[in-house]
Each structure stands twice: as C-alpha cells, then as structure tokens.
C-alpha cells in the first residue's frame, strides 16, 4: 500500500492562507490523492481530491507536484472552525473486486490562532 | 441534507458482554465501511460492502467481531464477547461507486467504552 507523510502539527494565524503537505513518493500512476479532515467530536469529512491536475472547490486547493510525489492542501483564509486534523490519502485501488479502501495516516493536526 | 447515521452515539457495557452497532448509511450509496479510531492506532478500516456483500474484513479480529447489511438501509457491527480493548469510536462512511474514484462520507460515531 502507498504511504503518505504528513507533518505531525502546524499552526496557522486566522484569516491567513494555510499550506498543508504531504509527501508520497510511492505513489501509482493511478492512485488518487485524497484529502479528508476531522474537526473535533466528529466524523472525518471529505475536502477535495485530484490525480494530476491542480483542483479547487469551495473549501479548498489542491496543488499537486509534476511527479505526483507531493501535494499541498491549500486553506485560502483559515478559519477558527477550520482547527482539524488534516488526512492525506491515497487511494488504494482493488482491480479485482472493482472498490478501494483508504488507508489513513496519523494526519496533520492544524491550530488556527485567533 | 442526507447524513449518515449511526446508532448508538454512547455504549459503555462490561467486558464480554455483546455490543451491536448500527449504521443507516445514505439513501443510494453502494458502498459502506466500518472504521475504528483510537488514540494509539489513529483510524483502522475493518471492514467494508459493495452492494450488501462483504468485500474486505481483513482489518477486523475474525473470532469477536462481525459485521452484516441486512438490508441496504441497514450495516450492523457486532463485538461478542467485548473486550476492554475494544474500548474506541467506530465509525461507519458511505459512499456511491459510480466511478474511479469518489467520496466517502462518515457517520458521527459510536464511542464505545468497555469496562
């Protein structure tokens, strides 16, 4: 299985753009880049994924690297409510039997400072 | 706005007795996981269906615990007997495998305290 390195921690002023990494360097061809958060007491929510190309939605930006063997989570403009841990994932894809799993790491906890 | 549900929120129950887990996973998704989170070991998958059927429950201890859908609005997570070890927040996602790759959405969690 592919693995993704993440840093443990990292702290970000509110209103500031926030930039998160994750490293990959095992990944497939074609494995998809995932990023999901856990905000506190609550089940993880899915913030946006990409395969090669740069990707933006409403919450977030994805930028990831030429050789895909890392990408950046991109918070334009921190919010208090968006103090969560922060999970990088590829997908794990099972040809056989037509689904995948995610395998979650230990994540990104992010501080967002008032 | 659909969610997935997950009952009970709160179990607390004494070492080998059963727990019964239950998750209403959104209306059409195809796909349900089973997930287990502690403090040591962050979120482990147990088990996950395509369609009802079991795909992959490597990430579950055979010998204690179960998991079924019964129906496609129901997946049950069974412990018996329970252990203190057992002791985490299982969470149940659903998901709709239309494609290459999509999006799982989470229940709330049950947290599940063995004494």
């Known amino acids: 299985d592919a693995k993704t390195t993440q840093p443990n921690s990292m702290e970000s002023n509110e209103e500031e753009p926030v930039h998160l990494p994750c490293n990959h360097s095992t990944i497939s061809g074609t494995d998809y880049i995932h990023w999901y958060r856990q905000l506190p007491s609550q089940g993880p929510e899915y913030v946006i994924h990409?395969?090669?190309s740069n990707v933006n939605n409403r919450m977030a930006s994805l930028a990831i690297a030429e050789d895909r063997k890392s990408s950046t989570l991109i918070l334009h403009r921190a919010t208090l409510r968006d103090a969560a841990v922060y999970y990088c994932?590829?997908?794990?894809?099972?040809?056989?039997?037509?689904?995948?799993?995610?395998?979650f790491g230990t994540g990104t906890r992010l501080k967002v400072l008032a | 706005d659909a969610r997935v549900t997950q009952t009970p929120r709160h179990k607390v129950t004494e070492m080998g007795q059963e727990v019964t887990m239950r998750c209403q996973p959104i209306l059409g998704h195809n796909t349900v996981f089973w997930y287990r989170q502690t403090m040591m070991q962050g979120l482990e998958l147990l088990a996950y269906f395509r369609n009802r059927a079991p795909l992959d429950d490597s990430g579950m201890p055979k010998d204690r615990f179960s998991a079924e859908m019964p129906d496609a609005t129901l997946a049950t997570l069974k412990i018996q007997p329970s252990e203190p070890r057992d002791s985490a927040v299982y969470f149940c996602?659903?998901?709709?495998?239309?494609?290459?790759?999509?999006?799982?959405?989470f229940g709330p969690g049950t947290r599940l305290t063995v004494t």
């Open positions: 990409g395969l090669t």
């Open positions: 996602a659903s998901g709709l495998n239309a494609g290459t790759s999509y999006e799982q959405y």
């Open positions: 994932i590829l997908r794990d894809v099972r040809f056989t039997s037509g689904t995948y799993k995610y395998i």
